[in-house]
């Protein structure tokens, strides 16, 4: 047993996009998504990310002729969308106090564009929170999780379009009024910044259709503007509509090291950290920083703002920073010498003092406490983990159990740290353990990258009976939750 800091009201859970988890592509009227363009990539090194997810006319064109769910794998997800019933019911056993979950907004306009939603994704998502509320798990809604109408990319060139800012407002304001009743948190973009490795996914961005790689820089940063007008109506709306609302903003935790004590290192660390943090600054402090403004400036990246974009960011700043964390990485300026690794759609140099995933991700449990503190100094807001977990591979023993003692070992290091940032003052709201039931992966589109307490049957070209099974570690969160993080032994 630990001395616990972590205070009674904790949120502890999991997290799931719909993306990833629910399947039925084409059910119920849900309109394609950029998900459902996304094939299958087991074959891809770590290091070269832009592979992982690069999306070009040829592919969104070929995957608009098949209804094809093998090579499509986000098509078919763990058929959360039938099963969520028994799904929440494993949750409520664990104890979950909160689920992470996103709603597809091709399900509530299967466009984008539709003057009236559509009935059965509104139904659908209502039972599903109805559910949830049936266990006492409180909801914490993302409402863009990597899933734009792919209407909205080919049309309108997604994000890049400022149409695109009053169709995703109008989404927000219907899903708050339909679920005011039920829904208190929610987060407005997923790892906003991930705009600038994913711009497909991210924002409907289609780098071919630009000239030159500056061309589509300058789109990234027009998109990402919009989003940043997108987020902050959203905020405004969200506390009209709801009172007593929170909503928060959700950053990918990119943490990096100086390889060295030379002072070059510590600065090249020092701006990657600041790079990360561009999209926080905005949606918490309200405004551009100013070495992007001048990074804009020198590079001649002119942002096409409406009157009032500014003043709409500065007002409607953000209740709470949430964030994933998964790994770390290190900044060198000699990094060319140096050996590489890659994970979670970035690159950098490998760090001697840490163990790496099976796909080789740093593994880095004091770096979660580092982060933390930096975080709510820097800000001085609620701080919530939103995602943290260890994709791996999993085997199912003759007796059918699984033994993932390095998932438990990997969550427990992460744990114990977010403890001693409590203690070190850091204000934490909750957190929610990434794919808490095994669902298919962002980048690779593999079933095989697992990060659940609950394994699901199925393999990475979707065959397998979708059987629910429960892990070691299913038995040990299930006993964290219940001593608030007291208890962490396995
Ligand atoms: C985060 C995303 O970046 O990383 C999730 O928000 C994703 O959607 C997670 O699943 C882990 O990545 P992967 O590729 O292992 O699923």
């Known amino acids: 047993m630990v001395k616990s800091y972590f205070p009674k009201s904790f949120l502890w859970g999991g997290a799931l996009s719909a993306n990833q988890c629910e399947g039925a592509w084409n059910e119920d009227g849900k309109g394609m998504s950029v998900a459902d363009v996304a094939t299958l990539k087991p074959h891809i090194p770590v290091t070269d990310y832009k592979a992982q997810w690069h999306v070009g006319l040829e592919d969104i064109k070929k995957a608009m002729e098949t209804d094809d769910t093998v090579y499509y794998p986000k098509r078919r997800g763990i058929d959360f969308y039938h099963r969520y019933k028994e799904d929440l019911a494993l949750f409520a056993e664990m104890g979950f106090k909160v689920l992470r979950v996103s709603i597809a907004w091709t399900r509530i306009f299967p466009k984008g564009i539709e003057e009236t939603p559509n009935q059965a994704g509104l139904d659908f998502y209502r039972s599903l929170f109805e559910e949830m509320r049936k266990y006492n798990i409180e909801p914490l809604v993302t409402l863009s999780h990597y899933e734009m109408p792919l209407y909205l990319v080919n049309e309108y060139d997604g994000w890049v379009s400022r149409e695109v800012v009053d169709m995703f407002v109008k989404y927000c304001k219907v899903v708050f009024e339909e679920y005011k009743d039920l829904v208190k948190y929610w987060l407005t973009f997923n790892e906003i910044d991930s705009i600038f490795r994913h711009p497909f996914a991210t924002a409907g961005i289609v780098e071919e259709k630009y000239s030159s790689k500056k061309e589509a820089e300058a789109a990234i940063y027009q998109a990402l503007h919009h989003q940043f007008v997108a987020s902050a109506l959203a905020t405004k709306y969200c506390h009209e509509i709801i009172p007593g609302s929170k909503v928060g903003c959700m950053l990918t935790r990119t943490l990096t090291y100086p390889e060295t004590c030379d002072p070059r290192d510590v600065l090249l660390a020092q701006k990657e950290n600041r790079d990360n943090y561009f999209c926080s600054d905005v949606q918490v402090f309200g405004k551009y920083p100013k070495h992007v403004l001048n990074y804009l400036e020198e590079n001649n990246i002119h942002i096409k703002m409406e009157d009032g974009d500014l003043d709409i960011i500065k007002k409607y700043t953000v209740d709470f920073l949430s964030f994933s964390y998964y790994m770390s990485m290190v900044a060198s300026i000699h990094a060319e010498q140096r050996e590489k690794v890659g994970g979670n759609l970035t690159t950098g140099v490998k760090n001697p003092y840490l163990e790496t995933s099976e796909?080789?991700?740093?593994?880095?449990?004091?770096?979660?406490?580092?982060?933390?503190?930096?975080?709510?100094?820097?800000?001085?807001?609620?701080?919530f983990v939103v995602e943290n977990g260890l994709g791996a591979k999993d085997k199912i023993e003759e007796d059918g159990s699984i033994i993932d003692d390095y998932r438990i070992a990997y969550l427990k290091s992460h744990i114990e740290q977010?403890?001693?940032?409590?203690?070190?003052?850091?204000?934490?709201?909750?957190?929610?353990?990434?794919?808490?039931?095994?669902?298919?992966?962002?980048?690779?589109?593999?079933?095989?990258?697992?990060?659940?307490?609950?394994?699901v049957d199925v393999d990475d070209y979707g065959n397998g009976t979708y059987k629910r099974i429960k892990k070691k570690s299913f038995y040990w969160y299930k006993k964290v939750i219940a001593s608030n993080g007291s208890d962490l032994e396995y």
């Open 359 to 383: 796909w080789g991700w740093q593994i880095d449990p004091i770096g979660l406490r580092i982060a933390l503190i930096d975080l709510y100094d820097r800000y001085r807001i609620p701080l």
């Open 418 to 455: 977010m403890n001693l940032a409590i203690k070190d003052g850091v204000e934490l709201m909750g957190y929610t353990a990434w794919g808490c039931i095994d669902i298919v992966s962002a980048t690779t589109s593999q079933m095989s990258k697992r990060y659940g307490f609950i394994y």
